[in-house]
């Protein structure tokens, strides 16, 4: 049985004669929690918007839980949770009403009943019957979560989760991620620019510049490899040398 | 079957309730049903004007010793009176049918709700089905309540009470006006999920109201010799229908291009078909209901063909979810 959750071959995205994603061909196993690292405008978002079928390649493959993401894409939606970089959701609507909106949506079966176990699991019940228009940014970013996850989706991906936190919400919503991929089997695929986020999170990081993967490797053999975090930082920069030499 | 039904049900039912919060489109509906009440005060004065002219007439022919049973009574239609009604839901209707078509893709790209929608297993007609069946929901509701609203005001002012006939009359101009708010709606609905920006939608849709609500009509109006003259300038002139048909002959090109001006107005359709029916325009008033229809059958075509090619503008084009997505 194929145990890729996330299949990329030759994985092409151009606007006109700039190439945003070039050539990609990336595997991402079931159960990983990978990180996808690269700088502002590297292609990470187009990456993920493509493997959530809300983009279409201009050419190359690309398969979630073995459906094509361009062929499939009704049966690849299927597997897919999807949290944006910033979740925008109904602000008139309590949290449940939005919940129940998605839930719908995805054919989950027992909404309120799955409704009540997300939030649960999320630690955040209380928040059920309030208008998300009053939420902060963290709470808004856990709703966002649990629209996500509602269908218990094979696959989450997840763009920049943290951006805009405060460091609470940051290590929140670090713990959910973890406790989703432990608890669930869910696989993470995470895009972030943060190198500590990748080394506490993830099992596996793949480095993207201007489009091209750089960089593919278990966390586990880059730390036996690098160390420390700060190591972590130096391969990233040393994999990134055009965008390096850019910033000094 | 319910794997199909439920997310379109899902979607309508959310922009049912998102529209009843939607401070704008009440205000709109609001205004419609306030200015129609105007408007059917307004007619109402000015037929009680005329019902005292006439009396003071006989009065004064009795007074000189004259039989006054040669002047006929003045024959009264009520749902004369729902001429300005008519043209209200004619501006009125056609900008509440864009703003919510409007609202219905833009509340999402503002929100940018949409990529978690489109990454839901739907396709993309269940999506726009969903918005398209909630726009007629609350277009339907809306001018439901306003021709009750106006119907009963008739009924009020005039002191008569509709026939079965007049209420069927009414339920076929309702009809005509769901088609053709709709029509507006799809144009909302169409500009606002395609413009790169949205305010340029806003725009471009009103460009298109102004054109055929407004301007084409009142060309076509303006160019029609009839309408210069109170009464039409041939029953003025006393010119027989023969004479008239044989005149009009040697105007042919520019009465093609008077009424092609006009036939490119869904307005004009509206007008035609529902100033008919309701015995508006005097040709038409207390004649049977079936020959009228069957004349102005062409009118209720062409409402309905631009609704439908609308919509099948909407549903064939593939939508950008990555453009809608970052508005």
Known sequence: ?248 | MRNLVQPVLTIAVKDIRDALKDRFIILMTAFLLLASLVALAVAAIALKVDVATYAEAKAGLIALGKDASTIPDPAFYPLKLLRGFVEHVEIIGAIIGILIGYRAAASERGRQTLALIVTRPISQWQFLAGKVLAGTAIISSGLILAFVIAGIAVIAISGIVLNPEDIGRLAIVMSAAGLYALAFFLLGFVTALWAKKLPNALLLAFTVWLSFVLIAPQIGDTLDPDNQVAGGVFKQLQIAKPQQVEILQSFSTYETIRNGIEVASPTKHFERLSFAVLGIKDTYAGQPLMPILAEKTSDMIWLLAIALALALLLFARRLDPNRLSKE
């Open chain 1, 1 to 248: 049985m194929n145990t890729y959750v996330v299949e990329t071959r030759q994985l092409t995205k151009r606007y006109g004669e700039h190439a945003a994603v070039k050539n990609l061909s990336l595997n991402v196993e079931r159960g990983e929690v990978f990180g996808f690292l690269g700088h502002n405008g590297a292609g990470k978002t187009t990456t993920i918007h493509m493997l959530t079928t809300l983009l279409k390649p201009t050419s190359g493959t690309a398969l979630v839980c073995g459906k094509s993401v361009t062929e499939q894409s009704l049966e690849a939606r299927r597997h897919i949770g999807y949290v944006p970089e910033n979740v925008r959701l109904y602000d008139t609507m309590t949290a449940r009403a939005n919940l129940l909106f998605f839930a719908r949506l995805s054919g989950v079966e027992y909404p309120d009943r799955r409704i009540d176990e997300t939030l649960d699991f999320l630690e955040c019940r209380d928040l059920a019957p309030r208008l998300v228009g009053s939420f902060s940014k963290g709470l808004r970013q856990r709703i966002g979560l649990a629209q996500a996850i509602l269908h218990r989706p094979d696959v989450l991906f997840l763009d920049e989760p943290t951006s805009g936190l405060d460091p609470m919400g940051i290590k929140t919503l670090r713990d959910l991620i973890v406790r989703l991929n432990r608890e669930f089997g869910t696989t993470i695929f995470m895009n972030t620019h943060l190198i500590s986020e990748i080394s506490r999170t993830c099992t596996s990081i793949g480095v993207l510049n201007q489009g091209e993967l750089v960089f593919r490797d278990t966390i586990e053999k880059v730390t036996e490899r690098y160390g420390s975090e700060s190591s972590l930082e130096e391969l990233y920069l040393s994999v990134t040398p055009v965008q390096a030499k850019g910033a000094a």
